[in-house]
Structure formats: C-alpha cells, structure tokens
C-alpha cells in the first residue's frame, strides 16, 4: 500500500502542505483549502498554474491551483444570505481550513478538509462543505455540501487554473454544451468546434454532458467532472489580466480556467448532501 509523508511549509502569511506518495505530489494552501500543486510522478508535469505574482498573505485568494468557488459563484450571492460583504467567489477561498483527516489505501492518499467558517455566515446559513481529495495517479477533487437546515439554494466551483503550454495552440474537446457569454450580456451561443483560443474567454457552458474534456496542447490534460451543471472556460487575455494585480504580463498565455461547477439555481432540502468532483489526470 501507499504510504503518504507530510510536509508543512510557510509562504508569506500561508501554510502550504505537502503531501507526497508513490503516485504523486499534491500541494495545498491551509488558507482556502487551495491546491497549489499536483505532480504525478509518472511524468512529472505539473498539472496546475499558479500565477508568479499570487499573493500569499492570508487575506487574498491565490490565483491559480484549484481555488473553492462557495456557496456562491461570482458576484452573485444566493438571495438567503444576508451579509455585509460578498466577496467575489464566495466565503471558503479567504479563510481558514483545517485538515480533518488523511489516510492510506489502495486508492491513494485521501485527504478531508473543512474551512473555518465566520460565525456571520454560520448564523444566516445553514450549509457546511467538506473538500475530499485523493492523491493517486490522478487528483480527485470532490466538494460535498450539506445543508442542516431549511431548503436553500446554493452555487459551487471547483475553479482550476490548468497548466498549458500556450494558449494560442490549446483546443478543448469535450466541451459541447450551449454557452452563457458573460462577455455578451450572458446571451446563450453555441459551443465551438474546434474549441480555440483568440481573445478573452468568461462562458458558461451550461449542461451535463461534458464528463470527460481534453485540453489539448503540447500534451493532452484530460478532466472529468461529475455532478455538475455546467463547465466554465475562462482566460482573461492580455488587457484585463493586466490590470489584475496578480497576474503579470504575459501570463494569461500560459494558464486555462477550466471550471467543475454548480452555477444553476441547486435547492438542497433538509439533510441533503451534493457533490461535485473533478478528476485530473
Ligand atoms: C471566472 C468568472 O470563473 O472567474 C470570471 O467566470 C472571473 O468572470 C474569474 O473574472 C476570476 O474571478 P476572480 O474573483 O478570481 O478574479
């Protein structure tokens, strides 16, 4: 069996843990429960962007890895919510988690994390999340949200920046559902084929037939994704990634947002648990 050893390590106000097996080496902010890092060891490519001008001061989610879309996606916040602020993306990416448990087994090193979530947000909500990752070959990410309450709706993204050579030679296959355009008053378009890149990219492909998408560049990274309700494709382009403070000049050619998630209206009943997974081999 799989035995997994355990780094901690500081990056600025950030704990960064490493957890390495036979298979792979997985690397994971404590703040935002945020995968920075995943290297399979059968051909040692990094799988995962992260942006050279990433903040890692405990207070800004990291841009790049797999950041935690929750329990809202974008600016939009679920009507329930009464808050003072509504942080783009949600609550879990710029806070706390703790790690609840690790474990070896045949299927790899399994990792359970929760955030720390304010007590403003756990007066009004009554939805918790867990993050299960499994460390084999191939990363399985899976975000599983419970509501202990009334029903109530809620959004979810499991909103990885993936590696790539360069953005101008990347097609993406798999991806064959209608999409929102955020860049275009969300008019619904149909997806393309071929599936390239030649300015900024913000859909919403809206849909549950995308299980299994390449991302084809120099090498080929295949995602699949179960239950989600659609796939978001994004990638900023040279004007608005330069007024990003986080992302320097040129980077945007080196990285794609190919995004798991729940972005339709998902009403959870009492007791009911959800979960997205995303796979990356
Ligand atoms: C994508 C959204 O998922 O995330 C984009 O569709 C957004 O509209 C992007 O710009 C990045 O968001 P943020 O909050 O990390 O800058």
């Known amino acids: 069996m799989n035995q997994h050893t355990v780094d901690y390590q500081t990056r600025g106000e950030n704990t960064i ?7 792979a080496t997985l690397a994971i902010s404590l703040f935002g429960g945020h995968i920075v890092s995943f290297i399979p060891k059968h051909d040692n490519r990094e799988r995962l962007w992260l942006s050279d001008t990433a903040a890692f001061d405990g207070k800004t989610p990291i841009r790049g890895g797999i950041p935690i879309c929750w329990p809202w996606f974008g600016l939009v916040s679920a009507p ?6 509504t942080p783009s993306h949600g609550v879990v990416r710029n806070c706390p988690w703790q ?21 403003a947000f756990t007066a009004n909500v009554s939805l918790t999340v867990e993050l299960i990752v499994v460390v084999n070959k191939q990363l399985s990410v899976t975000l599983e949200t419970t509501n202990n309450g009334d029903a109530t709706a809620y959004f979810a993204a499991l909103h990885t920046y993936f590696a790539i050579n ?8 798999g991806v064959d559902c209608n999409y929102q355009d955020k860049l275009d008053n969300d008019i619904i378009k149909p997806s393309e084929s071929p599936y390239r890149f030649n300015g900024e990219t913000d859909r919403i492909h809206i849909g549950t037939t995308m299980d ?15 239950g989600y309700d659609s796939v978001v494709v994004w990638n900023p382009w040279i004007d608005k990634s330069a007024n990003m403070a986080d992302m ?11 995004e798991t998630a729940r972005t339709q209206s998902n009403v959870l009943a009492r007791d009911e648990t959800h979960a997205i997974t995303q796979v990356i081999e």
């Open 80 to 85: 329930f919510l009464d808050l003072d602020k």
């Open 212 to 226: 299994h998408i390449d991302i084809r560049d120099a090498f080929v990274t295949r995602v699949h994704s179960a």
């Open 248 to 258: 320097s000049e040129g980077a945007y050619e080196s990285m794609l947002c190919v």
């Open 17 to 23: 843990m490493t957890v390495e097996n036979e298979h």
């Open 166 to 173: 360069n953005i101008n030679n990347v097609e993406l296959l």
């Open 99 to 119: 790690l609840k448990s690790i474990g070896d087994s045949e299927n790899g090193t399994r990792l359970v994390l929760t955030p720390s979530l304010e007590s």
